[in-house]
C-alpha cells in the first residue's frame, strides 16, 4: 500500500518536527544563498559618480577639512555629514573599502533584525526559536535588495548605499538598543549616550532617512508613553532612551536641511510644495505606491510565504493571543508600515513635488517588505488559533517547504548580473590601468574612454566638457593628479 507525504505524517507524526526543521534549514539555505549571490557581487565594485570627489577631497584636503564642506561645498552633498564620515573610514581601505562595504551592510542588517526581534519576543514574553528569527530577518534583507528599483546605485555605489541603505541599517540598530533596555535590571547612562550618538550618525545620511527615523522614534515614544501611563515596566525602562534618540534624530534633521551648503542648493529646485498641497500629495504617492505594490506578486508571495512560516511555526510562551489580537496587531502592523512610507517619500514630495530618485527607493520598499513579512506572519499565526487540524499543519509545511522555489527563481534571474557587472569592473580596471601609467610616464593630460551606466540602470562616469557630468571628471583629475580627455563610448 502507498502512501503521500501527507498521509505517511499523519501515520507517524513524531516525524513532522523533523520535517518542519528540514524547512528550516532548506530556508535558511535558499536565503542565505541568495544573500551569498548579492555579496559576491560586491567584488565588483568601484569608485563612480560623487565617490570622485570625495576621494579628490580626502586626498587634497584631509579628512577634518573635508568634514567642514559641510559649510560650503556645492560640488556634491556634504551637508550629508554621516556619509562624508563614513565614505572616509572605507576610503582609508581604497577598492578593498568599497568592496567591503556590501557585504558588512548585509551583515550588520542581518544581525541588527535578529536582535531586534529576539529583543521583542522577550519582551511580549512568546517563545520564538532563533533559526526561526534567522529566517524571518534573512527574509526580509534579501527581498528588500532584491525589489530595490536601482540595486547598483542603492547597494554597489558607495555615495548611494551609504546615503540610502546604510540609514536602515542604522535605525534598526538603534532600536535594538532601545528594546535592550527593557531586558537589563539597570540602565546604562553610556548606552543612552551611544544612542543619541547612533541616531545622529543614522539622521545625517540622508533626510528620507532621517524622516522614517523621526516617525519610528514618534511611533515608539507615544507607544511607550501610553505604556508608562499604565505602569508597564517595558514602558519606563526604554521611554527615556527613546526621547534623547529622538531629539538626537531632530538635531539631526536640522542639521541637514539647515546645512549652509543645503541652502545654497535648494535655489536649483524651485519653491517647494505648500504646506496645503503637501497633505494631498503624500496621500496620493502613498497610495499609488501600496497599489503597486499589491499589485506586484513579489510582494504578495512574501506575506504569503510569511503567512504560512506563521502557521507552521506558532509562537509560545507565557503569553498566548486570541485570534482578535492577533488582527489588532496586524491593523498596527497596516498602520505604522503606510506612516513610515508616507513619511520616506516626504522630503522628494516637499522639495520637487515628486518621487523619489529610485536610488532613494529602497528606504520605503524595506519598509514595505517588513509591513509585508510581518503582516503575514501574524495572519499566519492568527489563523493557527482557530484551525489547528494535524492535516492542514502539515499541508502548510508542504507548501511552505515548495514556496521557497520562489526566492531560488528570483537570484537564478540575479545570476544575469554577474557578466553585467564583470564587464564595467574590465573596463574600469583597463581605464585604471591607462591613467596609472601616464602618470608613470610623467604626462600632464591622458584620453579615457567614459563607461556607460546604461546596463545597469544608469550611473554617472566620466564626461567631457560639453556634458553635465564634466564636474565628476574634474573630481576624477584632481584626484588622480592628471588632465583627462574623456571621449564617449
Given at each position: 500500500?502507498?502512501?503521500?507525504?501527507i498521509?505517511?505524517?499523519?501515520?507517524?507524526?513524531?516525524t513532522?518536527?523533523?520535517?518542519?526543521?528540514?524547512?528550516?534549514?532548506?530556508?535558511l539555505?535558499?536565503?542565505?544563498?541568495g544573500l551569498?549571490?548579492?555579496?559576491?557581487?560586491?567584488?565588483?565594485?568601484?569608485?563612480?559618480?560623487?565617490?570622485?570627489?570625495?576621494?579628490a577631497?580626502y586626498?587634497?584636503?584631509?579628512?577634518?577639512?573635508?568634514?567642514?564642506?559641510?559649510?560650503?561645498d556645492?560640488?556634491?552633498?556634504?551637508?550629508r555629514y554621516?556619509?562624508?564620515?563614513?565614505?572616509?573610514?572605507?576610503?582609508?581601505?581604497?577598492?578593498?573599502?568599497?568592496?567591503w562595504?556590501?557585504?558588512?551592510?548585509?551583515?550588520?542588517?542581518i544581525?541588527?533584525?535578529?536582535?531586534?526581534?529576539?529583543?521583542?519576543?522577550?519582551?511580549?514574553?512568546?517563545?520564538?526559536?532563533?533559526a526561526?528569527?534567522?529566517?524571518l530577518?534573512?527574509?526580509?534583507v534579501?527581498?528588500s535588495?532584491?525589489?530595490?528599483?536601482h540595486?547598483?546605485?542603492?547597494?554597489?555605489?558607495?555615495?548611494g548605499?551609504?546615503?540610502?541603505?546604510?540609514?536602515?541599517?542604522?535605525?534598526?540598530?538603534?532600536?535594538?538598543?532601545?528594546?535592550?533596555?527593557?531586558?537589563?535590571?539597570?540602565?546604562?547612562n553610556w548606552?543612552?549616550?551611544?544612542a543619541?550618538?547612533?541616531?545622529l550618525?543614522?539622521?545625517?545620511?540622508?533626510?528620507?532617512?532621517?524622516?522614517?527615523?523621526?516617525?519610528?522614534?514618534?511611533v515608539?515614544?507615544l507607544?511607550?508613553?501610553?505604556?508608562?501611563?499604565?505602569?508597564?515596566?517595558?514602558?519606563?525602562?526604554?521611554?527615556?532612551i527613546?526621547?534623547?534618540?529622538?531629539?538626537?534624530?531632530?538635531?539631526?534633521?536640522?542639521?541637514?536641511?539647515?546645512?549652509?551648503?543645503?541652502?545654497i542648493?535648494?535655489?536649483?529646485?524651485?519653491?517647494?510644495?505648500?504646506?496645503?498641497?503637501?497633505?494631498?500629495?503624500?496621500?496620493?504617492?502613498?497610495?499609488a505606491?501600496?497599489?503597486?505594490?499589491?499589485?506586484?506578486y513579489?510582494?504578495?508571495?512574501i506575506?504569503l510565504?510569511?503567512?504560512?512560516i506563521?502557521?507552521?511555526y506558532?509562537v509560545?510562551g507565557a503569553r498566548?493571543?486570541?485570534?482578535?489580537?492577533?488582527?489588532?496587531?496586524?491593523?498596527?502592523?497596516?498602520?505604522?508600515t503606510?506612516?513610515?512610507?508616507?513619511?520616506?517619500?516626504?522630503p522628494?514630495?516637499?522639495?520637487?513635488?515628486?518621487?523619489?530618485?529610485?536610488?532613494?527607493?529602497?528606504i520605503?520598499?524595506?519598509?514595505?517588505?517588513?509591513?509585508?513579512?510581518?503582516?503575514?506572519w501574524?495572519?499566519g499565526?492568527?489563523?493557527?488559533?482557530?484551525?489547528?487540524?494535524q492535516?492542514l499543519?502539515?499541508?502548510?509545511a508542504?507548501?511552505?517547504?515548495?514556496?521557497?522555489?520562489?526566492?531560488?527563481?528570483?537570484?537564478?534571474?540575479?545570476?544575469?548580473l554577474?557578466?553585467?557587472?564583470?564587464?564595467?569592473?574590465?573596463?574600469?580596471?583597463a581605464?585604471?590601468?591607462?591613467?596609472?601609467?601616464?602618470?608613470?610616464?610623467?604626462?600632464?593630460?591622458?584620453?579615457?574612454?567614459?563607461?556607460?551606466?546604461?546596463?545597469?540602470?544608469?550611473?554617472?562616469?566620466?564626461?567631457?566638457?560639453?556634458?553635465?557630468?564634466?564636474?565628476?571628471t574634474?573630481?576624477a583629475?584632481e584626484y588622480?593628479?592628471?588632465?583627462?580627455?574623456?571621449?564617449?563610448?
Open positions: 500500500m502507498q502512501f503521500g507525504i498521509e505517511l505524517m499523519l501515520l507517524e507524526k513524531f513532522f518536527p523533523k520535517f518542519k526543521k528540514i524547512i528550516l534549514t532548506v530556508g539555505f535558499v536565503l542565505f544563498s551569498a549571490l548579492f555579496i559576491f557581487l560586491s567584488y565588483y565594485n568601484r569608485y563612480w559618480a560623487d565617490d570622485w570627489c570625495y576621494n577631497d586626498l587634497l584636503k584631509g579628512f577634518i577639512e573635508t568634514l567642514r564642506g559641510y559649510f560650503y556645492t560640488t556634491y552633498t556634504p551637508s554621516s556619509v562624508t564620515i563614513f565614505a572616509g573610514l572605507l576610503n582609508v581601505f581604497d577598492i578593498l573599502g568599497v568592496q562595504m556590501t557585504p558588512l551592510t548585509i551583515l550588520f542588517w544581525m541588527g533584525l535578529v536582535f531586534l526581534f529576539r529583543n521583542i519576543s522577550y519582551l511580549t514574553g512568546l517563545q520564538v526559536n532563533s526561526l528569527i534567522a529566517l530577518s534573512a527574509l526580509i534579501y527581498f535588495i532584491y525589489l530595490t528599483p540595486l547598483y546605485q542603492s547597494f554597489y555605489w558607495r555615495t548605499l551609504l546615503t540610502y541603505t546604510t540609514p536602515l541599517v542604522l535605525t534598526t540598530w538603534l532600536f535594538v538598543l532601545i528594546t535592550r533596555q527593557a531586558l537589563v535590571e539597570k540602565l546604562s548606552e543612552t549616550v551611544l543619541g550618538a547612533l541616531a550618525l543614522a539622521g545625517g545620511c540622508s533626510e528620507a532617512g532621517t524622516t522614517v527615523l523621526i516617525s519610528a522614534l514618534g515608539y515614544v507607544l511607550a508613553g501610553i505604556g508608562v501611563y499604565r505602569k508597564q515596566s517595558w514602558a519606563l525602562k526604554t521611554l527615556p527613546a526621547v534623547v534618540s529622538l531629539v538626537f534624530a531632530i538635531v539631526a534633521l536640522c542639521l541637514l536641511v539647515f546645512a549652509p551648503s543645503t541652502l542648493r535648494k535655489a536649483r529646485y524651485g519653491e517647494p510644495t505648500s504646506f496645503a498641497e503637501l497633505p494631498r500629495l503624500m496621500f496620493n504617492y502613498t497610495y505606491f501600496f497599489v503597486l505594490s499589491v499589485k506586484d513579489h510582494h504578495i508571495l506575506a510565504i510569511s503567512a504560512l506563521g502557521f507552521v506558532p509560545t498566548s493571543y486570541k485570534f482578535n489580537k492577533y488582527i489588532l496587531l496586524d491593523v498596527v502592523v497596516v498602520v505604522v503606510v506612516l513610515l512610507v508616507a513619511a520616506s517619500l516626504t522628494s514630495i516637499y522639495i520637487e513635488s515628486g518621487l523619489p530618485a529610485p536610488r532613494t527607493m529602497i520605503p520598499h524595506f519598509i514595505a517588505v517588513v509591513g509585508f513579512a510581518l503582516g503575514g501574524v495572519t499565526s492568527a489563523f493557527r488559533e482557530i484551525w489547528k487540524a492535516w499543519q502539515i499541508s502548510a508542504v507548501l511552505l517547504l515548495i514556496s521557497f522555489a520562489f526566492p531560488v527563481y528570483t537570484f537564478v534571474k540575479l545570476s544575469d554577474v557578466s553585467i557587472y564583470s564587464q564595467r569592473t574590465q573596463l574600469w580596471d581605464r585604471e590601468a591607462m591613467i596609472q601609467q601616464a602618470l608613470l610616464a610623467d604626462e600632464v593630460r591622458v584620453t579615457v574612454t567614459a563607461i556607460d551606466g546604461l546596463p545597469v540602470g544608469g550611473i554617472r562616469d566620466f564626461d567631457p566638457k560639453e556634458k553635465a557630468g564634466y564636474w565628476i574634474q573630481c583629475a588622480y593628479g592628471i588632465k583627462l580627455d574623456v571621449v564617449l563610448p
